[in-house]
């Protein structure tokens, strides 16, 4: 069983940075995706950016250019990061971190971090 531990969210002003990181636990196999996605109140959740095992990265259009995703094995352990900057109000959400197997034989999500950006 694969876990996932998220931190780094928080309250920032608009217009600074915030860092997250998800660190995955337990056996991890397979080529596989680590991404971020967020939920905001009445929203679905929606993807805010991805990275493959091998690197390749896609991010969605609001934050390209602010957020820089990567990854890296940290103590053993596969850890996703997400770098925000340029914060704006509307990127306020609960940020969940999430492991993909590229088959589908695997789909983990973390318990979500809030962010909160005020004006």
Do not use: H
């Amino acid at each position: 069983q694969v876990q996932l531990v998220e931190s780094g969210g928080g309250l920032v002003q608009y217009g600074g940075s915030l860092r997250l990181s998800c660190a995955a636990s337990g056996t991890i196999f397979g080529i596989n995706v680590m991404g971020w996605y967020r939920q905001s109140p009445g929203k679905q959740r929606e993807l805010v950016a991805v990275i493959t095992s091998g690197g390749s990265t896609n991010y969605a259009d609001s934050v390209k250019g602010r957020f820089t995703i990567s990854r890296s094995k940290d103590n053993g352990k596969d850890t996703v990061y997400l770098q925000m900057n340029s914060l704006k109000p509307e990127d306020t959400a609960v940020y969940y971190c999430n492991l993909a197997e590229a088959l589908g034989r695997y789909d983990y999500w973390g318990q979500g971090t809030q962010v909160t950006v005020s004006s």
